[in-house]
C-alpha cells in the first residue's frame, strides 16, 4: 500500500498529486470526491491520476486503495529569474543555417513555452496557440460537482479546455522574456530569437507572480504530451527544490519521462542558487537538457567585454555566472546575464538568470529539429553536447567537469 510521500520545498496544504496503478482516472477521481478529495484537474498522458484538495486524514483513505500508486503533496514552483543583454551571436547563431540577424526566414519548428504565458499580440512573436493550467483545473471546479452520482463514468478528457487566447496571455512577462530569446522573428525590428519565426506555444502554469505548482506544471506537460505530434520543443525556465526518485515518482519526473518518451525534448534551468544542481527539479533529470549561465557582454569568446560588468549586470564576461547552479547534471553553458528579449505589451526588456539560458537551449533545439525532424529527445542532447564550445574561461565552472558552451554555427 503507497504512503502519503513528503519532500523539501514549500508544500500548498492540503493538495495533493495522486498516481494510479490502475483503474481509470475520471472514475476513481468520482470514487474517492466521495471519501472528501475535492478533484481539480485529471491526468491521462503524461501521469495517471489526479490532482486535488483534501485533508491530511482523506490523504491517508486514498492512499490505501489498492488502484493507487502514490500520493504526494503538492509544491510550490517559481519562475528562476533575476532582473535585469548579449546571447545571440555568442551562440554562433548567425552562422547558423538560418542567418540570424539577416531579417529574413523562419524556422519550421513548434517550442511550447511552459511558463507565465506569451504576449499573444507581440508583433515580434508567433504565438499559434496554448493553454491556461492556472486559472482552473479542466473542469473548472471540483469534479464532484460535476459528476452524477452512479452515472457511468466518461473517459478523461483532453487537456484543451480554454482556447480563448486571453486565458494564456502574458501578465508578468517572463514567459515572453523566454519565447523570445528562443524563436523572436528575424523581421528587422526588437530582437531575433535562436531558432528565429519558430511557432510559439503559450502553456501557461504559473501565475502572475511567478508561482506555480507540481500540480499546474504536470497540467502543462500533460497538455504538451497530448500534441506531441505538433510539439518539437518544451521549455521550463523553473525549478524547485527536490531530488529526483526517478521515472517512477508518481509526480513531476514520471510525467516528464512520459513526455520524453512520446518524442518531446525538454530544455530547463540549472537554478539561480549557486548550488550543485542534483537536488533541484527538473534540473537533475537525465531526461532533460539542463543549462547553466554564462555572462557575456560582447557576444564574442575571450573575455574581452566590458568590465567591471555593466551597471546591474553580475559576473565577468565570458566566465560562469555567480548565481548559477552546476554539477554533473548540467549539460550545456549558455549566455544568461543581461538579456534582451521580447516584453509584455509589444515591449523589451533585460533579464538574468538560468531561465534565459535555457531559453537559448530551446532555440538550439528547434534550430536542430528543423533540419533533423526524426532525432530523438536523446539524440537531440547529444547533438547539442556534441557541437557545443570550450572557448569560454571554463575554468570558473564550479565543477571539475566544465560544460561545454551552446553553439548552433553548424545547425
Same mark, same amino acid.
Given at each position: 500500500?503507497?504512503?502519503?510521500?513528503?519532500?523539501?520545498?514549500?508544500?500548498?496544504?492540503?493538495?495533493?498529486?495522486?498516481?494510479?496503478?490502475?483503474?481509470?482516472?475520471?472514475? #476513481?477521481? #468520482?470514487?474517492?470526491?466521495?471519501?472528501?478529495?475535492?478533484?481539480?484537474?485529471?491526468?491521462?498522458?503524461?501521469?495517471?491520476?489526479?490532482?486535488?484538495?483534501?485533508?491530511?486524514?482523506?490523504?491517508?483513505?486514498?492512499?490505501?486503495?489498492?488502484?493507487?500508486? =502514490?500520493?504526494?503533496?503538492?509544491?510550490?514552483?517559481?519562475?528562476?529569474?533575476?532582473?535585469? &543583454?548579449?546571447?545571440?551571436?555568442? /551562440?554562433?547563431?548567425?552562422?547558423?543555417?538560418?542567418?540570424?540577424?539577416?531579417?529574413?526566414?523562419?524556422?519550421?519548428?513548434?517550442?511550447? #513555452?511552459?511558463? $507565465?504565458?506569451?504576449?499573444?499580440?507581440?508583433?515580434?512573436?508567433?504565438?499559434?496557440?496554448?493553454?491556461?493550467? *492556472? $486559472?482552473?483545473?479542466?473542469?473548472?471546479?471540483?469534479?464532484?460537482?460535476?459528476?452524477?452520482?452512479?452515472?457511468?463514468?466518461?473517459?478523461?478528457?483532453?487537456?484543451?479546455?480554454?482556447?480563448?487566447?486571453?486565458?494564456?496571455?502574458?501578465?508578468?512577462?517572463?514567459?515572453?522574456? @523566454?519565447?523570445?530569446?528562443?524563436?523572436?522573428?528575424?523581421?528587422?525590428?526588437?530582437? =531575433?530569437? *535562436?531558432?528565429?519565426?519558430?511557432?510559439?506555444? =503559450?502553456?501557461?502554469?504559473?501565475?502572475?507572480?511567478?508561482?506555480?505548482? +507540481?500540480?499546474?506544471?504536470?497540467?502543462?506537460?500533460?497538455?504538451?504530451?497530448?500534441?506531441?505530434?505538433?510539439?518539437?520543443?518544451?521549455?521550463?525556465?523553473?525549478?524547485? +527544490?527536490? &531530488?529526483?526518485?526517478?521515472?517512477?515518482?508518481?509526480?513531476?519526473?514520471?510525467?516528464?519521462?512520459?513526455?520524453?518518451?512520446?518524442?518531446?525534448?525538454?530544455? #530547463? =534551468?540549472?537554478?539561480?542558487?549557486?548550488?550543485?544542481?542534483?537536488?533541484?527539479?527538473?534540473?537533475?533529470?537525465?531526461?532533460?537538457?539542463?543549462?547553466?549561465?554564462?555572462?557575456?557582454?560582447?557576444?564574442?569568446?575571450?573575455?574581452?567585454?566590458?568590465?567591471?560588468? &555593466?551597471?546591474?549586470?553580475?559576473?565577468?564576461?565570458?566566465?560562469?555566472?555567480?548565481?548559477?547552479?552546476?554539477?554533473?547534471?548540467?549539460?550545456? /553553458?549558455?549566455?544568461?546575464?543581461? @538579456?534582451?528579449?521580447?516584453?509584455?505589451?509589444?515591449?523589451?526588456?533585460?533579464?538574468?538568470?538560468?531561465?534565459?539560458?535555457?531559453?537559448?537551449?530551446?532555440?538550439?533545439?528547434?534550430?536542430?529539429?528543423?533540419?533533423?525532424?526524426?532525432?530523438?529527445?536523446?539524440?537531440?542532447?547529444?547533438?547539442?553536447?556534441?557541437?557545443?564550445?570550450?572557448?569560454? *574561461?571554463?575554468?570558473?565552472?564550479?565543477?571539475?567537469?566544465?560544460?561545454?558552451?551552446?553553439?548552433?554555427?553548424?545547425?
Amino acid at each position: 500500500m503507497p504512503g502519503v510521500a513528503d519532500g523539501p520545498g514549500s508544500v500548498i496544504p492540503d493538495s495533493y498529486l495522486v498516481t494510479l496503478a490502475r483503474g481509470e482516472p475520471a472514475a #476513481v477521481a #468520482v470514487e474517492h470526491s466521495e471519501l472528501g478529495a475535492q478533484i481539480d484537474r485529471l491526468f491521462s498522458k503524461a501521469l495517471r491520476g489526479y490532482s486535488a484538495r483534501m485533508t491530511a486524514k482523506v490523504a491517508r483513505k486514498v492512499a490505501a486503495d489498492p488502484r493507487v500508486r =502514490a500520493v504526494t503533496l503538492d509544491r510550490q514552483i517559481k519562475a528562476t529569474d533575476q532582473e535585469t &543583454p548579449p546571447g545571440i551571436a555568442r /551562440v554562433g547563431a548567425r552562422l547558423s543555417d538560418t542567418k540570424v540577424g539577416d531579417g529574413a526566414g523562419a524556422v519550421d519548428a513548434d517550442i511550447a #513555452v511552459l511558463d $507565465t504565458g506569451i504576449d499573444i499580440d507581440h508583433p515580434d512573436l508567433n504565438v499559434v496557440g496554448g493553454t491556461d493550467c *492556472v $486559472t482552473s483545473g479542466l473542469f473548472g471546479g471540483p469534479l464532484a460537482q460535476q459528476a452524477s452520482v452512479g452515472a457511468d463514468p466518461q473517459p478523461s478528457p483532453e487537456p484543451e479546455r480554454l482556447t480563448d487566447p486571453e486565458d494564456y496571455d502574458d501578465t508578468r512577462g517572463h514567459g515572453t522574456h @523566454i519565447a523570445g530569446i528562443a524563436a523572436a522573428r528575424d523581421n528587422g525590428i526588437g530582437v =531575433a530569437g *535562436v531558432a528565429p519565426g519558430a511557432r510559439l506555444w =503559450a502553456v501557461r502554469v504559473l501565475d502572475g507572480r511567478g508561482n506555480g505548482s +507540481l500540480s499546474t506544471l504536470i497540467c502543462g506537460i500533460e497538455w504538451v504530451t497530448a500534441h506531441a505530434d505538433e510539439i518539437d520543443v518544451a521549455n521550463m525556465s523553473l525549478s524547485g +527544490l527536490d &531530488p529526483d526518485l526517478g521515472c517512477q515518482d508518481g509526480a513531476l519526473h514520471e510525467a516528464i519521462c512520459s513526455s520524453v518518451a512520446a518524442g518531446v525534448t525538454y530544455t #530547463v =534551468a540549472a537554478g539561480n542558487a549557486g548550488e550543485d544542481s542534483e537536488e533541484y527539479s527538473p534540473a537533475s533529470y537525465s531526461e532533460v537538457i539542463t543549462v547553466s549561465a554564462l555572462a557575456d557582454f560582447d557576444g564574442k569568446p575571450g573575455g574581452l567585454g566590458v568590465n567591471p560588468a &555593466p551597471l546591474t549586470c553580475p559576473g565577468t564576461d565570458d566566465e560562469f555566472a555567480s548565481f548559477s547552479n552546476f554539477g554533473p547534471d548540467v549539460d550545456l /553553458v549558455a549566455p544568461g546575464v543581461c @538579456i534582451t528579449s521580447t516584453w509584455m505589451r509589444g515591449g523589451y526588456a533585460e533579464l538574468t538568470g538560468t531561465s534565459q539560458a535555457a531559453a537559448h537551449a530551446a532555440g538550439a533545439a528547434a534550430l536542430y529539429l528543423a533540419s533533423h525532424p526524426a532525432a530523438t529527445p536523446a539524440q537531440v542532447r547529444a547533438a547539442l553536447i556534441a557541437a557545443g564550445s570550450k572557448d569560454w *574561461v571554463s575554468s570558473t565552472d564550479p565543477d571539475s567537469s566544465p560544460d561545454p558552451l551552446l553553439d548552433v554555427a553548424g545547425f
